[in-house]
Structures are given as C-alpha cells and as structure tokens.
C-alpha cells in the first residue's frame, strides 16, 4: 500500500555554482490529487503553463512575461500557501561541490547527486518510522547521477529488510508539467541555492523572507562542506561499525553532536557504544 510521495529535484547543476542542491515535498498519499488540482488552478489564474523558479525574475521573459512584478508575487504566495496546505513535509539538502570527495570518500556515492538523492531516503525513513504500514513512491524529473540513484534504489528492494526499512516503493521519472508537484520542489530548490549563496557571502540561514516562509511545512535542512566532510571522515575512522553510525545518526547526530563528540574524546565515544548495546 503506498502512504506518500515524494517529489524532488536540484539546482546548481552549472559548472559555475558553489553548491548543489536537492529536495523537494512529501505528501501523504491522498494529498496528492488535492494538491495537484489547487496547483493547476493557480496556474490557470496567473496565465502560467508552469511555475519554473529560474524564470521568475526575469522581467518580460519566460512564462511569467505577461505578468507584473506585484502580480508575480501575489503568484508565488499563492503557491507557497499551496505547498503548506498540501505537503506532510519537506527537505532541502546541499552539498558544496568542492569538497564532494571528502565527503563521500569511503563510500558507493560518486556523483554529489546520488549521494543527496540517498540522504532524502534516510531522512523519509526517519519521517515515518513508528507510522502505519505502507511504501513511499519517489518521483524525479531526472538529472545525471539519476541512474545511480536508481540502481542503488533497485538495489536496496532486492533486498527484503532494507525494502522494509525505508518503504521502498517505486523510483520513477515525470516531466514537471505532468507530475505538478514537481514545480513545487523546484520552487524550494532554487530558493535553497539562493539562500546558501546568501550564507557563503555572510547572512544567516534562514534569514530571507521567502526562505523563512517556505519553512512553515516541516522542512529537513542540512549542508555538506568541508568542516562536514571532515567530521564525516573522523567519525568512520574512529568507528567502522556501520549499525552504530546508523544508530548515530536515528538519534540526530547532526553536525553540531558529531563536532562536540570529537572534542568529547574517546570517553563520551565508548558511552554512546554502550548505549547503543544496550539498546539493541
């Protein structure tokens, strides 16, 4: 039975951008078409085919050409109070393109796409652990490191205890103007690129006003650079039990935890060990 889907896609995939971002919207299954149909409404009543970010600003260009600069943002508060009618949750994630190696050295990750698209499996995981029975449908409009992610998934289903664990429904590929929910990853997306940008040059996350509103839905926000490569790196060297990491990482091991738990030693290390024995 499927219980949700979630719809993702990245931004920053130019060979000039800093970061790459993915993510998207979960939405419970009989959200979906009730979604589906305000969206297209909006669409209807601004004279859009679509809502595409990068074309947003861009005065008398693009599908927003007919419209004024007010009426563009009355659009995008129309479409932003759809999302948090609709969506269950979200999750913005990025990782700073430089420092991919360090990141993902050790693991069966080697495009940053693949490796964001795995985060947003472990982080739906999470999501809905404890809740009733049911799979989670994956809907991506497709981008290199797409087939990795693919196969990765396929793999994990051939294997019974990880279909489970992660309610691995299907992994399928929709264009934007079909799967509509699709532009309203693409929204969060962009919007996620530009407030990393906002960051590198200084700002605090989560400062800008449309930013702050998206973050009205339940939204799962993080970011990979090197200080997070780094601590990521650490933590496998001083410990290569994978069930423990995951245990770790259940229990919100962020980076903040991970930073403090290095400075702790191996004193607070081998307390952690021992409650996640106990806990097994």
């Given amino acids: 039975m499927v219980i949700a889907e979630a719809f993702f896609d990245e931004s920053g995939t130019n060979d000039d951008d800093k970061n790459l971002c993915l993510g998207g919207y979960v939405f419970q299954v009989n959200a979906v078409t009730a979604f589906e149909a305000d969206w297209r409404s909006m669409l209807a009543s601004y004279g859009l085919q679509f809502f595409h970010m990068r074309e947003f600003r861009q005065q008398g260009k693009g599908v927003f050409r007919h419209l004024t600069t007010e009426q563009r943002e009355h659009a995008l508060v129309h479409a932003i109070t759809i999302i948090e009618k609709h969506a269950a949750f979200g999750f913005a994630f990025s990782i700073e393109k430089a420092h991919f190696d360090v990141v993902a050295q050790g693991s069966p990750w080697s495009k940053e796409y693949s490796f964001l698209a795995n985060q947003t499996f472990y982080g739906i ?54 799967a509509v929910q699709l532009q309203a990853a693409d929204l969060l997306v962009w919007s996620t690129l530009r407030e990393r940008r906002r960051v590198d040059q200084g700002a605090r996350l989560g400062q800008h006003e449309e930013f702050k509103r998206l973050r ?3 939204l799962d926000v993080h970011h990979w650079d090197d200080e997070g490569g780094e601590m990521i790196q650490w933590l496998r060297q001083v410990c290569n039990d994978a069930a423990f990491l995951q245990w770790l990482r259940e229990g919100g091991a962020d980076r903040k935890f991970i930073a403090w738990l290095k400075v702790a030693g191996p004193i607070a290390l081998d307390y952690f060990r021992e409650q996640f024995e106990a806990s097994r």
Avoid: H
């Fill in 216 to 218: 009205t839905v339940p």
């Fill in 125 to 178: 995981e999470q999501r809905f652990k404890g809740s009733e029975a049911g799979v989670v449908n994956y809907v991506e409009r497709g981008a290199e490191g797409w087939g990795e992610a693919e196969a990765v998934f396929k793999d994990a289903k051939k294997q019974p205890t990880l279909e489970a664990q992660f309610r691995l429904g299907e992994f399928r590929r929709e264009n934007k103007e079909v």
